[in-house]
């Protein structure tokens, strides 16, 4: 379990920027430690906990890079077309022999080179007429050859510890002959609901209750990014009961996450609930939607309290859990990096907060992409997740957005 101290979140401002929660995660969570090794088939999606050293080179031999004909440079005619026999035949896969000086050999993309040749034709670019190959001039020597280890030599860092795997990661894990990468095991992650008015789905809803989304929100995004998340259902506005329900999962977990309960109303009983059997930064973000957002520790286990709106839940989950989960497998901080896009649409704000805007993308008159922010505003709304394809991401200093501004935009899966 995550062993952290008291104060490890402790922060005494009045508003937390979003960069500011990223590097303070960064630089006071440790990894858990504990790993496993994992066959290339379960690794996609998993945080890598030992550097992976090239154990052979790659390419492992020097092989041609097209369909063609190999030669030795050097029997090539330096101010004309070159005319040599044909001798021997290299297939991918297959053998091969010593070139024979002053000939040239049919060989295949990916096949061995033959010992002694250095440059390969492509075979569009060459004439055959009666067991001769005619070569243009002005080829340079090594051309559409792939030497050993030009890809990755022997011994060189192939793939660094704490990158989340990709499929390209694993590809390459593949083609050095790696079987299993130790990778960090699954963060082992509490998450609850909070408040009265929640019923599970499934449930009998009375009038004055609404469906939990949030906790299956939670739960889908947690799942994406390799952690082992638990519903642990709904809690009621009760401090004593919060108190009790958080203690014991502090025990059992890596990381707890709750939704709702997090703001200063009288029902909202998550701080003095988290205090009262545990340290609490009660952090006041400077980011819209989502301001009100609690993080801490508790017996030793972080603790992030998100917004009950599902807007304000997935941004802020973006910015505080997923980067702390990911600290506790051992992975740096995601980088968001905006692709710049043309706004279509008008839009004020406050300064000294960072605010997101949903967005869809289209193309405009002129075949630029441009971002189309959906019509409706509100924290609670769901369907401006599922109708739209990312944030326009607005910083601190922008306090107005004209249509034709270029803008930021994140897509959804760039924060999951």
């Not at 992976?52 to 063609?68: E, H, K, M, R, Y």
């Not at 189309?372 to 369907?383: C, D, H, I, V, Y």
């Amino acid at each position: 379990m995550a062993q952290l101290s008291d104060d490890c979140f402790a922060f005494g401002g009045a508003l937390l920027a979003v960069e500011d929660a990223v590097a303070l995660i960064a630089s006071r969570v440790r990894p858990i430690g504990r790993t496993v090794l994992a066959p290339l088939t379960q690794a996609d999606g998993r945080v890598l906990s030992a550097d992976l050293f090239a154990p052979i080179p790659l390419p492992p031999f020097t092989n041609s890079a097209v369909d063609g004909y190999a030669v030795r440079h050097a029997d090539l005619q330096p101010d004309g077309a070159t005319t040599l026999p044909l001798s021997g035949r290299v297939e991918a896969g297959a053998r091969a022999g010593a070139h024979v000086a002053g000939a040239a050999a049919r060989i295949f993309t990916g096949a061995l080179m033959p010992e002694g040749a250095d440059t390969v034709f492509m075979q569009e670019d060459v004439r055959v007429e009666d067991g001769r190959v005619i070569l243009p001039q002005g080829l340079k020597r090594g051309a559409n050859v792939r030497p050993a280890g030009e890809d990755i030599a022997r011994g060189a860092l192939a793939i660094p510890k704490g990158r989340r795997l990709k499929p390209q990661d694993v590809a390459l894990a593949a083609a050095l002959g790696v079987t299993q990468l130790e990778v960090a095991t699954p963060v082992r992650v509490a998450v609850f609901s909070t408040g009265n008015e929640l019923v599970s789905p499934g449930e009998d809803q009375a009038p004055p209750q609404i469906y939990d989304s949030n906790r299956f929100m939670l739960l889908a995004l947690l799942a994406r990014l390799g952690c082992e998340a638990h519903d642990l259902g709904i809690l009621r506005d009760d401090r004593d009961g919060l108190a009790h329900a958080l203690a014991g999962a502090a025990g059992r977990f890596d990381l707890i996450v709750t939704s709702g309960g997090v703001s200063t109303g009288e029902a909202d009983h998550v701080k003095a609930a988290v205090e009262s059997i545990g340290s609490l930064a009660f952090w006041r973000m400077a980011i819209k939607p989502g301001r009100p957002v609690a993080m801490g520790v508790i017996a030793g286990t972080p603790f992030v309290g998100l917004p009950g709106n599902p807007v304000a839940s997935f941004v802020t989950q973006a910015y505080v859990v997923r980067p702390l989960a990911l600290a506790l497998m051992g992975a740096p901080a995601p980088a968001s990096l905006p692709v710049p896009v043309r706004a279509a649409f008008s839009y004020k704000k406050k300064t000294g907060r960072r605010e997101f805007v949903r967005v869809s993308l289209a193309r405009g008159a002129d075949g630029v992409v441009e971002a189309r922010k959906f019509p409706r505003e509100g924290a609670g709304l769901l369907s401006s997740l599922t109708e739209t394809q990312g944030l326009v991401e607005l910083s601190e200093d922008i306090t107005r957005v004209e249509p034709g501004q270029m803008v930021g935009f994140l897509d959804y899966a760039t924060l999951m």
